[in-house]
């Protein structure tokens, strides 16, 4: 499904599929809401070029329904294609390098529309950040010499040095594979609670000032300062041409915003202790009064919503998986997959029916 990943001031719409993006004005909807221009005519370019424009305002929310058919979705992706094949005579879509083509289709933005020959990128992420944290009561202090040589505290420097410690992780911090890697994990939200509008600023200012704390050299696994500082460069310049960023994979959202567990489906269930669940997915259940189900509520890019219940107890070790019971739906084997692509969660089913027809007769 289509999202709106931007507007304009005179109410138009950047809506995005896959990669690419058309541009929709007011006028060019019907009172119906649908857009009036022939699929041959749409202007589309990427998203990224989009986001250059002066006058573009990020966005993050679904298409409205109907906005573009079929026929019109069909030709974004026909277009897209042709980028990354390449079309003859069209000095805008002369084709990617076999390495392009690799990365742009690994890391090409998940709006729900599959690239036309079905090509699922598989997820090999070559720098998992592992979620790694560490208590910095005394960070500033520590700082060094490095502190000294511009002015002004380094923001957030406990961002910076989580994520360089996790390059003892990996062997080689050159090449655009690595770069990607990092730049999705941050923009996902897969291994950091901080969302990558906080790790951006913190990771601009140490290139800026072109100084790494210490601390973050000594935990870098002995890569040095130097090298350290190449790959942040260019991890700052990957996340610029990625703009806008999406929402993270997972959102926490109310838990108001639920119809209610009896207008709920059942598609599996969870194993994991409540720390673990929502370390994972980087979202804290509410506390509830006694006897109640401790419930979370979280919204998947594209707005498919998915609540984790536990059992009553104070400290529960299984979750069921619930969708809301209304109609369009993600298919339960899609949101499965989402989670454990996103979070790392092995959405468990088989004998979930004999389950739950066993409880309701209890």
Not at 290 to 307: I, K
Request: charged fraction near 25%; include cysteine.
């Amino acid at each position: 499904m289509p999202r709106i990943v931007g507007n304009y001031a005179d109410g138009a719409l950047v809506v995005a599929v896959g990669g690419a993006c058309v541009v929709v004005g007011p006028d060019a909807v019907d009172d119906a809401g649908h857009c009036l221009t022939a699929p041959a005519e749409l202007g589309v370019t990427l998203v990224s070029v989009a986001a250059a424009d002066a006058g573009f305002v990020s966005a993050d929310e679904p298409m409205p329904d109907g906005l573009l058919s079929a026929d019109q979705i069909a030709a974004v992706l026909d277009w897209e294609v042709g980028y990354v094949e390449g079309v003859p005579g069209d000095d805008n879509r002369p084709g990617l390098s076999g390495a392009e083509v690799d990365l742009y289709l690994r890391y090409r933005p998940d709006t729900g529309d599959v690239y036309p020959d079905g090509a699922a990128p598989a997820i090999d992420r070559l720098f998992p950040l592992d979620g790694l944290t560490i208590d910095l009561p005394e960070l500033d202090a520590e700082m060094g010499s490095a502190t000294a040589e511009f002015d002004g505290d380094f923001a957030e420097p406990e961002l910076v040095v989580q994520l360089c410690a996790s390059m003892v992780h990996v062997d080689d911090l050159n090449g655009a594979e690595i770069v990607a890697d990092a730049a999705t994990d941050l923009i996902d939200r897969i291994s950091y609670v901080a969302p990558v509008e906080e790790f951006y600023p913190a990771l601009a200012q140490v290139v800026s000032a072109g100084a790494v704390p210490e601390l973050a050299v000594e935990l870098a696994g002995g890569f040095t300062e130097e090298q350290i500082l190449d790959f942040l460069g260019r991890l700052v310049a990957e996340l610029d041409r990625r703009r806008p960023w999406p929402e993270p994979a997972l959102v926490p959202v109310d838990p108001q915003t639920w119809p209610s567990i009896g207008s709920s489906v059942p598609i599996g269930w969870v194993d994991m202790a409540i720390s673990d669940l929502e370390w994972a997915v980087k979202a804290g259940f509410a506390d509830v009064a006694e006897g109640d189900n401790p419930l979370l509520v979280l919204r998947m890019r594209g707005g498919q919503l998915v609540a984790l219940v536990g059992d009553e107890e104070p400290n529960p070790f299984r979750f069921l998986v619930l969708l809301p019971d209304a109609e369009n739906q993600h298919d339960p084997a899609e949101v499965a997959a989402y989670l454990e692509r996103y979070a790392g969660l092995r959405v468990e089913s088989e004998g979930l029916a004999d389950a739950m027809a066993e409880a309701r007769q209890a």
